[in-house]
């Protein structure tokens, strides 16, 4: 079994016998005697670092025994020596014991029980139980960092599975036996098993800030970053706040009132926008029906008029088929696509979903519906006005059958 050197915090390196080298797909799995370097485990990342000349990538625990993936082999029975890389490892340890923290502090404040808890190389969650509101959550981060601040030493203690029983945690992990169980207590306010790496003291996680949070299974998903990821947080968000300041020529405290009101301006100018859109298209489509040409008594009107979205060439096609026999087959280039509306009025024997189906054939585009109405869409194409002659030369021949 190796020697698990990596719970003494004061200790970065050692001296270690090679026990196995093993060829794998992409490097080495090396076997010590001894190690400081911590394998993935109780949600905690995987050290990096070195063994002699080779880099280890990543450590895993099987069986008590610790294999280092490395980038190359080592010589069985050679003295070697061992370090981890201090400041992913400082980073990893920083965001444990956080977790611990923030975890026994939602326990014993809200009695919400923490469910899960990931950690990766950017970020870190911790699932509860319950739902916790902003100012619960407020109230968590306030109280985690006082207890960052208290500075509490952390405290390990080992003992057997027939002792574990009797001491108080938050959490124990099941299914624990042997003589070997670890317990820490973190911050003075955390209490449980743990395989992980901690701060010797609380004041070394840094600060603890809450960055996100969501409802999750009923109960919450928070996001949380401590020691220099905590920094990294509010160095994004102030760069952000004033960014946003600045463009709003306003204070950030003020940003969001000034964002409310633009979204206010918004929504009043796209409600003018629509109701002169729909003056203009009621005007137009006066004009159109003065000019149209009847066809076997029902008059053709076929037009494009671009800028206009699906919505708005239904309302057009509408205006035009409100009283006369009309059949109306209206164009409107949006960007890189023609959209197109194919309506009739009442008593108009033609059907719009096989005119809508020989549009489409001429065009490549897709679209459908009823025999009253159809819609559909293309990628917009050179020749347009001849296509569009086309299809009016079309429906005049099939409308005269
Ligand atoms: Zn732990």
Known sequence: ?????????????CEATVLASEKTEDGYDIL???????PEGGGQLSDTGRIADACVSHARESNGEIWHRTDRTLPVGATVHVAFDPEPRLDHTQQHTGEHILSGLAKTLFGAVNVGFHMAEDYATIDLDLPLNEEQLCLLETEANRAVQRNVQTETRIVSGAELDAIPLRKRAKGLTGEDIRIVWCGGVDSCTCCG?????SGEVGAIKIT??????GGTRLW????????????????LADKLARRFSTKPENVLA????????LAAAKRELRMRTEALLAYRAAGLMQSAEPVCGTKLVVHAEDGLNAQELKSFAEKLCGEERVVAVLFSHVGDTVYYQLSRAAGVPFSMREACAALNA?????????????????KAQTGFAELLAQFEGYLKKWMRG
Request: charged share 25%; aromatic share 6%; glycine share 12%.
């Open 212 to 217: 996100a949070h969501m409802n999750y299974k």
């Open 1 to 13: 079994m190796t020697k698990k050197l990596y719970y003494d915090s004061e200790r970065i390196e």
């Open 197 to 201: 790496t901690h701060c010797a003291r």
């Open 258 to 265: 000034a964002v409310v009101k633009q979204g206010d301006e």
């Open 362 to 378: 001429m065009t490549g585009g897709k679209g459908g519906g009823r025999d009253d109405a159809a819609q559909g869409s293309a």
């Open 224 to 239: 949380f970053a401590c020691g220099m990821r905590a920094v990294a947080d509010a160095q994004k968000n102030a760069l």
């Open 32 to 38: 010590l005697d001894a190690t400081v370097i911590y």
